[in-house]
């Protein structure tokens, strides 16, 4: 039975088809021979209930070309298409927010984190953004935009995930297609990025900056008093002593443990013993 053919493979099927075994697949990437995508994850749909929360969340924002953006528009409305991948958005500059982003199909991962992959023997990788595919024919695209990348948060790619597309998989065929001049790092001087600011914080930085708290109320005398402005404690008080004396540096500043500890309420289990001391006394 004759079939239409395919416009992209896992790796498995792309080794068949070449006639050739996984693992070349993946050092012919390494050497930026081959370029590698993933289908590209579903964001996360809301923040609402901490135990469902996604500890690989894809977060996309979006790279565009800053030179061709219209930003006396509020609104900016992006649809770039092509055989396998499909981005539409439309961002609010004065809120700074996505009134949508959805990215469906093929999203390619950067050769600087495929380099020397093969020589690890990793079985993830860990992405902060992604590009188009470069061999992809545009379908259509949004006029004056130019999308330069798609970046998100840490994401942790999985060597299972890694996809081919029929345009890849014939360059390679014929030879192969090494890729020109790599930077690093990547210069971003001519994009603007496309952002909405961050959604609450999530479970496991709410518990870590919980315990922080928790362990600056109970290991000084005055740890409440310190915890209503931690900045200068931190800097150059006394918890700056307390480092400096056990030959320990504190790896940040006061701003950013302050903004950590910021509405992040102790929970307590008893009543402390400043508390019962002002009950006796009363």
């Known amino acids: 039975m004759a079939l239409p053919t395919r416009l992209y493979y896992p790796l498995d099927l792309a080794a068949k088809e070449i006639g050739c075994d996984i693992n070349e697949l993946l050092h ?9 995508c993933i289908a590209a994850p579903e964001p996360p749909d809301g923040w609402d209930d901490d135990d469902k929360l996604d500890d690989n969340p894809f977060e996309p924002r979006l790279y565009v070309n ?7 528009k509020s ?3 992006l649809n ?8 539409s958005a439309s961002y609010n500059f004065k809120t700074r927010s996505y009134a949508h982003l959805d990215i469906s199909g093929l999203i390619a991962i950067p050769f ?7 020589c690890f023997g990793n079985d993830t990788i860990t992405v902060n953004h992604f590009n188009l595919p470069r061999t992809e024919t545009k379908i259509e695209i949004s006029e004056n935009l130019t999308i330069k990348k798609i970046s998100t948060d840490d994401y942790k790619v999985n060597v299972k995930s890694f996809t081919i597309s029929a345009e890849e998989l014939t360059l390679l065929k014929n030879g192969g297609k090494y890729l020109e001049k790599i930077q690093f790092p990547i ?9 909405q600011e961050k959604p609450k914080r999530r479970a496991n930085e709410n518990k870590q900056a919980l315990f922080i708290k928790g362990l ?12 209503e402005n931690p900045t200068t404690p931190i800097d150059t008080g006394i918890i700056k002593r307390k480092f400096d004396s056990a030959g320990l540096e504190t790896g940040v500043c006061g701003k950013t443990v302050t903004d950590w500890l910021e509405n992040v309420e102790l929970k307590r289990t008893a009543p402390s013993e400043k ?3 002002k009950i006796v006394k009363n």
């Not at 012919?28 to 590698?36: D, K, M, N, P, T």
């Open 75 to 77: 609104i900016v409305k």
């Open 66 to 72: 800053k030179l061709k953006l219209n930003k006396t």
């Open 216 to 227: 600056i109320a109970v290991c000084f005398d005055n740890g409440e008093q310190i915890l």
């Open 275 to 277: 508390s019962k001391s």
């Open 112 to 118: 600087l984190y495929i380099k020397n992959f093969d």
């Open 28 to 36: 012919f990437a390494s050497i930026g021979v081959l370029e590698i």
């Open 80 to 87: 770039y298409e092509t055989m396998n991948t499909k981005i």
């Open 187 to 195: 210069e971003i001087n001519n994009e603007t990025l496309l952002t």
